[in-house]
């Protein structure tokens, strides 16, 4: 059974916005820190923003100003705002979340800027 559950990827313009979804369990959302990371074909996977269950966020330099991180307790979902996008953001983007037992991750989602 899926414990994190990403949506809202898709064909952009440069220029464009999406917004990434990640549902999770109410276990797994009450885990001390989730994040967004990030996997282009043929790079490693790199960080690209955090949320502690407090709120706090924290941000990659090269999305600092374009992408936002959010969270909803009442429905046990992060979000990932992105504007400005630019080709260089195409990527499987991938929630996770570090919990007491170990990092849990989503499937991913394929976010692609294109013209």
């Known amino acids: 059974q899926a414990q994190l559950v990403e949506s809202g990827g898709g064909l952009v313009q440069p220029g464009g916005s999406l917004r990434l979804s990640c549902a999770a369990s109410?276990?797994?959302?009450?885990?001390?820190?989730m994040g967004w990371y990030r996997q282009a074909p043929g790079k490693q996977r790199e960080l690209v923003a955090t949320?502690?269950?407090?709120?706090?966020?924290n941000y990659r330099d090269s999305v600092k100003g374009r992408f936002t991180v959010s969270r909803d307790n009442a429905k046990n979902t992060i979000y990932l705002q992105m504007d400005s996008l630019k080709p260089a953001d195409t990527a499987v983007y991938y929630c996770?979340?570090?919990?007491?037992?170990?990092?849990?991750w989503g499937q991913g989602t394929q976010v692609t800027v294109s013209s």
């Open positions: 949320i502690s269950n407090g709120g706090s966020a």
């Open positions: 109410r276990v797994i959302f009450s885990s001390p820190l």
């Open positions: 996770n979340a570090i919990t007491p037992t170990g990092v849990i």
